[in-house]
């Protein structure tokens, strides 16, 4: 394999260790954002894959003399010379300079994402928390312990009681 195609695969290979897919998967509220998820991580596993197998092995060498015994030394050495003189081009990468700006805008999007999901979060589970001891005390609870909790709830019935407002 040629050093640049060893050195990708092992980019790769140690960036499928370092990933935790597991804890981003823990994140993932929807169906859809799992669905997606999924696709991204089978799409990942494809690709690392066919970068530890295929590109991972270097090729046969050519048994030149096999070839010379049957087809005869003119043409082979012929072909062994354009086979030595043909140079692969080293890979410059003029992707990632384009896309690097727009992943980086992407990754500070997910930060900003994360943390209003993380506080919507945090709404939720106090407003569930809440929900929860008031339906465990509602068979002993007395009106007044309600009102105490909400308020709110208290001065519109009491306006309505004094505005003789009775719902109907």
Do not use: C
């Not at 003119?74 to 692969?88: F, T």
């Not at 997910?110 to 106090?126: F, G, H, P, T, V």
Request: aromatic fraction near 12%; charged fraction near 40%; glycine fraction near 4%.
């Amino acid at each position: 394999m040629s050093g640049a195609g060893k050195k990708i695969a092992d980019v790769a290979f140690k960036a499928s260790r370092t990933i935790d897919w597991d804890g981003m998967a823990k994140v993932l509220v929807t169906d859809e954002a799992r669905r997606e998820f999924s696709n991204l991580r089978r799409a990942f596993d494809e690709v690392n894959t066919q970068l530890q197998t295929k590109f991972s092995q270097e090729p046969e060498p050519i048994d030149w003399d096999f070839y010379r015994k049957g087809i005869g030394s003119g043409i082979v050495d012929m072909y062994k010379e354009a086979y030595d003189s043909i140079e692969i081009p080293k890979y410059e990468d003029k992707v990632t300079p384009e896309y690097k700006p727009k992943f980086d805008a992407l990754l500070v999007e997910l930060k900003e994402a994360e943390q209003k999901s993380l506080k919507e979060s945090e709404r939720l589970e106090k407003e569930i928390a809440d929900v929860q001891e008031i339906s465990k005390k509602l068979s002993t609870m007395t009106a007044d312990e309600y009102f105490e909790k909400h308020p709110e709830l208290k001065k519109k019935f009491d306006d309505e009681i004094r505005n003789d407002y009775w719902g109907y």
